[in-house]
């Protein structure tokens, strides 16, 4: 299998980058310890369409943080990108100017339940400009098959804060290098005190692997299998790793994909289909 493509990192991120987006915080702090300081935040993610409903998902965790760091004032928003420039057919290598808004975001946080879920709404105008430069959804087709498949190999991708160090980035700039790795999963048996729900992925990390995860929330992981044709799916969203133990523990697509759309479903019925 010296040509499968997952003895070729480059033709992989090729595929997998039409998924993955960042958004792109530059923000100023405001903390006593570094007064004015500014900095980038990198936020993994990807394009969700649930009931003809457009979203940035990522870990809720993350956005959790940043709210609740705005709320204290801790730092500003100078400037918003997504970056949508990792798909081998993209047309231009700039992120998309992005409006955030806190009113825009919504999380859930409930490891009980296995539920770390991040959603940013996005209007048509991104759904466009990400569409253009080769960005795809991940859509019902995505999760609703996913327990009929047998998958070979696995992969997360994202953004370290090892390779990609937010203080670093000159002022007006974006600068994001995407790391893939590959992941071995876990069942209960394997793993009796993480992988207890079906919510939840966990996964082992090579033995050699010497990738800090800080940063890594978020990003997207890959179930990949070679036969009868290469044929990959989105399995899970990486919210949290157990660093002495190298394992890594996600969300599974399937679960968020089904209470987004019930979420989506039962907005309407109360408020309207949009318009």
Known sequence: ???SPVNHPEILIDLFGRHL???VLRVTDKSASSPQAQRQILVPGVHLLAHDKNFFLTAG???QQIDRALTRDLFSIDKAMIADVFSADRITNYPIPFE??????????DDSRGLDIGLIELTD?????????????????NWARQHTISFEYYFVLGFPT???????????QASLSPVLVPAYPLDAAQDDDQCT???????QLPNDCTVDFDGMSGGPIFGIRTKPKVEYWIVAIQRS??????????????????LVTWAVEQMEKYQGPRQ
Request: hydrophobic share 40%; charged share 15%.
């Open 100 to 109: 955030f808004s806190r009113q825009s975001c919504h999380y859930v946080v």
């Open 241 to 258: 790793w157990l660093p002495i133990r190298k394992v890594i523990i996600g969300s599974r697509v399937p679960t968020i994909g089904w």
């Open 21 to 23: 987006l960042s958004l």
């Open 162 to 172: 090892q390779f990609n160090p937010g203080d670093q980035v000159p002022p007006g």
């Open 1 to 3: 299998m010296s040509d």
């Open 61 to 63: 965790h993350i956005l």
């Open 125 to 141: 105008y991104y759904i466009r400009l990400m569409k253009a430069n080769g960005i795809l959804p991940i859509t019902e087709v």
């Open 197 to 203: 729900d079906e919510a939840t992925f966990c996964a």
